[in-house]
């Protein structure tokens, strides 16, 4: 039985499966870690309350199950709040604990006073003060309950002398607290998808991170209709990179011939995704979309049928209805165009391509080919994500995490923390421009201190690269003076902080240096010298862009030349 709101806490997160605690301990969060430290769960203390929810956010995403970030009064919990929209716009279950004064002090402006519910109210599905022991049972069922429904972040305040105070029940229907299940279709529906399919003369398949767990399906689907698979950049992970059906993503971490199919195909599927860039999906309308949440359903391209359901029971159910195609063309032209693409990926890779330079695709493909079968990759946001989401060659068996809807930079190596202490035996690699890693470097204090041994791979070219890229696109000389920076030696940095560092600008020593950085029982740093004015790959690019990066390359040449 438990003794305090404290106790009681930490009892349910410890039966419901959480392994750690990520936060800064404070003297409002002294009776949560008095718990914490009675119990099995690890307390894992970060070096930025952003770096705690990031940590708990990269674990949420990796299982689905719930993770636990906290922060202490005032700043300590205005801190989380930025970390905290990775898990809420990844749909990922966290629950975020915000230490607070006691309750005589509130109303009175007091040191550090803050309004924790309206704070978090944007970032949480759920919010509340705890203000009597009494109802602490209830808010710590309801506050789990709802970062499992959405899935997504649920919040709670925690003032002092409440988690102090004894507590005469405790959580009840614990056993309640789970992922949701599987929803299934309506057989209707599924009836309307199969007269769909059978009228098509050519189908194409986009998968999201929504088939997670049923790429066999997905193969037995795309065997029987004769229909290239695509994917998003979050579904990348699900099959592996030279499968003859997986033809590459869509969008700018993507292909041409993947972007053809989703534009020549009569019929889309697209499969537990909720692709956000409508400029890359087709406008004709023959759109049918399998998602569980209906609020994803016919929001980014005109949508024929609407399927609610998981992936798995919706493809389960469809393929006992389809017939088989027998016209391959369409697949096989897509086939043949991805072959070629891949071609050049590989060609662009190539450690040899320049004598002297190292170009950030083959620092990509690289740590790719080295990375072990089961790795997992952490990729920041930038320019960077680019190189990693494109020359990266999964296994199928690899997870990749990102910050794909939230798009932040600075987040991959908070995520990395995360992921790796779940399991310190697993390989974790953080991809990573200097940008990002500059923002929150301190927690790389935090791999070294909880012996997390993350391996960083930072694209070092002094500059935010996808700014530059951004502002070309558009006509705009790019601001320099504002996109480039200095950088300090990463290798010495990691060295000063307890542990191993790895510099390489020599495209001939780059295969040795990363095998010598992942062979490190502990956390590593491998900063990368690449070329800072690299062009990406663009599978599909408007003619105003066109114009935009020859109007920006002229303007930057005039400068050049007469200054300004």
Known sequence: MSHTVADALVDVLEEVGVKQVFGLIGDSLNPLGDAVRRSKIEWVGVRHEEGAALAAAGQAKLTGRLAVCAGTTGPGSTHLVAGLYEAARDHAPVLALSGEMPRRLKGIDYHQSTEPDLLFRDVSLYTQTITTPAQAPSVIHQAISSAYAGPGVAHLTLPQDVLSSRIEHAVLSVATLNPPGEIAPD??????????????????????????????????????????????????????????????????????????????????????????????????????????????????????????????????????????????????????????????????????????KIHPQAVARMVSDLAKDDAVFVFDTGLNTLWSGNWIRQSGKQRIVGSFNNAAVGTALGQANGIQALDRSRQVIALTGDGGFNMLMGEFLTAVHHHLPVKIVIFDNAAFGLITLEAQSVGILPFREAIEFPNPDYAALARACGAQGFTVRDPALLEAILIEAFACPGPAIVACGVVPDEMPNLPHIELEQVGGYAIAKVKEAIAAVVGG
């Open 187 to 356: 057989d209707h529906d599924i009836d309307a998808v199969a007269r769909r399919v059978a009228a098509a003369s050519s189908v194409a398949i986009l998968c999201g991170a929504g088939c997670r767990g049923s790429a066999d399906l997905l193969r037995d689907l795309s065997d029987r209709l004769k229909a290239p698979l695509v994917h998003t950049v979050r579904g990348k992970e699900i099959i592996a990179y030279d499968d003859p059906r997986w033809m590459g993503g869509l969008g700018m971490i993507g292909s041409k011939p993947a972007y053809n199919a989703v534009q020549d195909c009569d019929l889309l599927l697209m499969v537990g995704t909720d692709y956000p860039y409508s400029n890359f999906l087709p406008t004709h309308g023959n759109v049918i979309q399998i998602d569980e949440r209906a609020a994803a359903i016919g929001r980014r391209a005109p949508t024929a049928i609407a399927v609610r359901g998981s992936v798995r029971p919706t493809l389960t159910a469809l393929l006992q209805k389809v017939r088989p195609k027998t016209e391959s063309a369409f697949f096989d032209k897509v086939a043949r165009d991805r072959r070629a693409w891949d071609e050049l990926l590989d060609k662009q890779s190539d450690p040899v391509r320049s004598r002297d």
